[in-house]
């Protein structure tokens, strides 16, 4: 009997890489430089956002009281008696009868409680023709939106364009985050022939290098490509010889059930298993271990099985052990237009294509869900989750990830 757990749940997988992973390594970047990273402590607000009470729009700043009968019919007539703009305020007070031209973000004079938009105005030389009733709400109040001290961003906040925006408008420059991961890719197998290179027949390039390189780049995480690796004991050990400085290495290829799965042996062997198999289809033989010390993630070799296991238990891992405590996809119901089943005991991935039919998605399942199958990844736009043991009709709703 192994003394490892097997055939783990999902969750239990994404926590167990989460745990094997060492603790992150904080560093300061540049707004510019920081997108993509995981924050490593509070963000507060470092000024008032607005930072006066100013306007909404372009119009004048009038007193409520001045303005409340105003309508089409019977225009109230106001002295203008300046000008407050964005960056520039009206330096005196309003008094009764007056009015202050006044523009979108420009402080709001003293005296006035109101605003009224330009398009219902009607300017003649230093007079203002008033066609509705000045409104309060047209004011934006000083720190409305944040104010000095408010938490803006928690530690563990995924720096996506939104939170850039919002950092750089609470006044920081740079920001605490975690340094990206460094992740080293390794694929093994005696038929892996890189591209570019002639194929003989039972040859096959390696597009799990490519395909999760990228995944990794895009997230900011660092990938280190080593070359691939033959599939012989001496052959692995040697390709992880001059590994450096890295944090977890994954693998592709060689941990399932047959003779040449070297990578599941490398770990029984020689190293620790923290787990092996989880409740995943495709992607199923999936594995961790430690080999010298090292977080080692051993992936299926069939591509879409290696993909949807990094998409599913990778990628979640990686940002949780940063502190990200969001969800790491994006999720939509769908209503679905193909048979999805699963198998008892584990929750299926399948490759679909979500499309827009009227007010909501439908989803067609990818004819061929064979694990091999790259073309259906590449043309698809969303993986359909079936839990444990269902079977999903058309006309049914499903919950679908997009890709
Ligand atoms: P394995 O997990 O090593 O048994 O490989 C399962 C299947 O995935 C086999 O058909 C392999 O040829 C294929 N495969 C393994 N590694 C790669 C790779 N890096 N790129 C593309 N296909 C691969
Ligand atoms: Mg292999």
């Known amino acids: 009997m192994p003394d490892f757990p097997m055939n783990i749940s999902i969750p239990e997988a994404v926590a167990a890489l989460e745990a094997a992973l060492p603790r992150p ?14 924050l490593s402590q509070d963000l507060t607000a470092l000024c008032d956002h607005p930072g006066l009470d100013d306007s909404a729009l372009d119009g004048i700043a009038v007193r409520l009281e001045d303005t409340r009968e105003a309508d089409e019919a019977r225009p109230v007539t106001l002295e203008v008696i300046g000008e407050s703009r964005a960056g520039a305020a009206f330096g005196g007070k309003l008094e009764a009868g007056q009015a202050v031209r006044i523009y979108t973000g420009a402080p709001v004079p003293s005296g006035a409680d109101g605003i009224v938009p330009v398009e219902r105005l009607a300017f003649e030389a230093n007079r203002v023709r008033v066609l509705a009733p000045g409104r309060a709400q047209d004011i934006r109040r000083q720190g409305s939106d944040f104010a000095v001290g408010d938490l803006g961003l928690p530690r563990g906040t995924l720096l996506r364009p939104p939170a850039l925006a919002l950092a750089a408008a609470m006044g920081y420059a740079t920001l605490p985050v975690w340094r990206p991961w460094r992740v080293a890719l390794l694929s093994t197998g005696d038929e892996v022939r890189e591209p570019g290179e002639a194929l003989e027949p039972g040859q096959v390039y390696d597009s799990n290098l490519y395909g999760l390189a990228a995944l990794l780049e895009e997230m900011g995480v660092q990938a280190v490509r080593l070359p691939h690796a033959l599939d012989t004991p001496e052959a692995l050990t040697a390709a992880l010889g001059p590994l450096g400085e890295v944090d977890l290495l994954l693998t592709s290829g060689g941990v399932s059930m047959g003779r040449y799965d070297l990578v599941r042996d490398l770990l029984i062997d020689q190293g620790q298993v923290d787990f092996w198999k989880v409740r995943i289809r495709p992607g199923g033989p999936a594995i961790l271990g430690r080999w010298r010390d090292l977080p080692v993630f051993g992936l299926p070799g069939n591509p879409v099985s290696a993909l949807v296991v990094f998409e599913v238990i990778v990628r979640p891992a990686l940002l949780r052990a ?10 939509t119901q769908a209503v679905s237009r193909s048979h999805f089943r699963s198998v008892e005991g584990k929750t299926a991935f399948w490759r679909a294509l979500l499309s827009r039919e009227g007010e909501s998605f439908a989803a067609y399942a990818y004819h061929n869900q064979l694990s091999s199958g790259l073309r ?5 736009n969303a993986l359909v989750v079936v839990e444990p043991g269902l079977e999903v009709r058309p006309g049914d709703t499903v919950q679908a990830m997009w890709l």
């Open 322 to 331: 940063q502190g990200h405590t969001g969800e790491p996809h994006r999720f």
């Open 376 to 380: 259906g990844l590449a043309t698809s």
């Open 25 to 38: 390594v904080e560093e300061h970047r540049p707004l510019a430089q920081a997108r993509g990273r995981v």
